[in-house]
């Protein structure tokens, strides 16, 4: 393994190879900046460039991209809270919140060191523990990702605030817009109210970039922020933090890249899975919780590091079994299979010269992500006290065109000025918004497994407590929903 590893760093090093993958680095970041864009759509625009190339180039390329929007999601994120792709959306947590103290420099380096963190430690695991995880992941059937996503759901809620209630409800409501659409195994319409366009349902993008992207100019334009508030405030030192200052938060990172690479290897739990769990995660075992959401600078690099390395988690079920680990790992199925490779056990035999040069290519895009990110960001720092009038302006119409353009649809535009509104008013009346929008991407896994789960069973609601793993998962759920009242009686 270690041999062909080396083999494969050795194959990347020509110029020709070391061109495609920083142009996929390039491209990629630029594809995770740009909110509605992602990896996944990123990927899928720039396959047609693929067509003809060399396999070693093309899957370099695919590569790049894929990481790379893993590292730019985090940029739209920390400057102007509009997320770049759903896995970036924890990002703004904490990482805008810095930018208005005037420390977005320093937020952009950070997050940029623990995605090179999280990106490595993916990528190791790739390496020394794909056998290992994949016969995890087939342990894992509908009952347990039913429990698995319950499980994520109550975790990530936020019900040890203050105010439990406000998530549970935040939470409901991002379920209930999960099932607009039709049924996926009865087929019947449910609250399309006659509106062809709704019958698939609303894509996770439009919500997402209407409640926190278009929510924030309405928070903009009512509180009048202007360059003066933010223009002091981004000190030159802050854009080239010291090393301690970002080693201070190591295990933090280190914490959030092997939980993020343990779900990634999950077939369909995906970056933003993770990201969510690793900061309810930070949270909970944080000294100071009630800091998390006002610029905490755990709650920026964990989620960070977790969301780079469910990269490397996610190309294991891929490689050695065919099975994409997410929405991305879909797309790069099917690019393997148009270069001619077929996933799965014995691909590492027929093909392991090309597999092995694509798995180090992950490494040098890792590297050069880090040299590029951390290099850029005075240009970035510079762009944010310039550009802060606009703000306003740019974010909208940003959000309106990466609504746009993922289907070329005026009504998904919208559908994001409605979801704007609805963000808007949970935001003036402090609910929290992460319960809804995780709501949203899991409703349909969790009806899916658990409408699987009780067609195995003959409708016996015992299969979930028969089985170890998902018993488990209910279980640390129930502790969950009764930690707050505990912890009430305990301080009575």
Not at 213 to 218: D, H, N
Not at 404 to 417: A, K
Request: one cysteine or more; proline letters at 5%.
């Amino acid at each position: 393994m270690i041999q062909e590893l080396l083999a494969g760093f050795v194959t990347i090093m020509e110029p020709a190879f070391l061109f495609w993958c920083l142009i996929g680095v390039i491209l990629g970041t630029l594809a995770g900046a740009l909110p509605g864009v992602g990896p996944v759509t990123g990927i899928a625009i720039l396959l047609p460039v693929t067509f003809g190339m060399n396999p070693i180039s093309a899957l370099l390329l695919l590569m790049g991209i894929y990481q790379g929007a893993m590292f730019g999601g985090r940029i739209s994120s920390i400057l102007i809270n509009v997320p770049g792709d759903a896995a970036a959306v924890v990002t703004t947590f904490d990482g805008y919140p810095l930018t208005k103290q005037g420390k977005a420099g320093y937020a952009l380096t950070l997050s940029a060191f623990a995605s090179f963190i999280g990106g490595n430690i993916g990528f190791i695991g790739l390496v020394f523990f794909s056998a290992i995880f994949v016969k995890i992941a087939l342990l894992f059937g509908s009952p347990e990702y039913f429990a698995l996503m319950v499980f994520a759901l109550i975790a990530t809620s936020g019900l040890t605030e203050k105010k439990p209630f406000k998530p549970i409800l935040a939470t409901l409501l991002g379920l209930v817009i999960s099932t607009i659409g039709t049924d996926p195994v009865g087929g019947t319409e449910r609250f399309t109210f006659g509106i062809l366009e709704l019958w698939d349902g609303i894509d996770f993008v439009v919500i997402a970039v209407g409640v926190f992207g278009l929510s924030e100019v309405f928070i903009r334009l009512e509180n009048s922020v202007g360059v003066e508030s933010i223009r002091n405030k981004i000190p030159f030192s802050d854009l080239f933090p010291k090393l301690s200052e970002l080693l201070k938060d190591f295990w933090a990172m280190m914490r959030g890249s092997i939980l993020g690479f343990v779900i990634g290897v999950l077939p369909g739990a995906g970056a933003t899975i993770a990201t969510f769990m690793t900061y309810s995660m930070e949270k909970k075992i944080s000294k100071d919780p009630d800091s998390f959401g006002k610029g905490n600078t755990k709650g920026l690099s964990s989620p960070e590091a977790a969301n780079n390395a469910t990269v490397g988690g996610a190309l294991i079920p891929l490689f050695s079994l065919g099975i994409p680990g997410s929405g991305t790992a879909a797309i790069l199925l099917g690019a393997l299979m148009m270069l001619g490779l077929q996933p799965g056990p014995l691909m590492f035999e027929k093909s392991g010269d090309i597999i092995w040069a694509a798995i180090a290519g992950l490494f040098v895009a890792n590297l050069m992500l880090l040299i590029l990110n951390t290099a850029f960001v005075p240009a970035f720092a510079y762009l944010i006290r310039i550009a802060d009038r606009y703000l306003g302006p740019i974010i909208a119409a940003l959000c309106i065109i990466g609504t746009y353009m993922l289907h070329n649809s005026l009504f998904d535009v919208g559908m994001m000025i409605f979801f704007g509104f609805i963000g808007y008013f949970l935001r003036k009346y402090r609910f929290p918004l992460s319960p809804l929008v995780l709501a949203v991407i899991l409703g349909p896994m969790l009806e899916a497994n658990l409408r699987q789960s009780l067609m195995m069973s003959n409708n016996d609601v015992m299969i979930f407590l028969t089985r170890p793993i998902t018993l488990a998962l209910l279980g640390l759920s129930i502790l969950i929903l009764i930690m707050p009242l505990a912890r009430r009686i305990f301080k009575k």
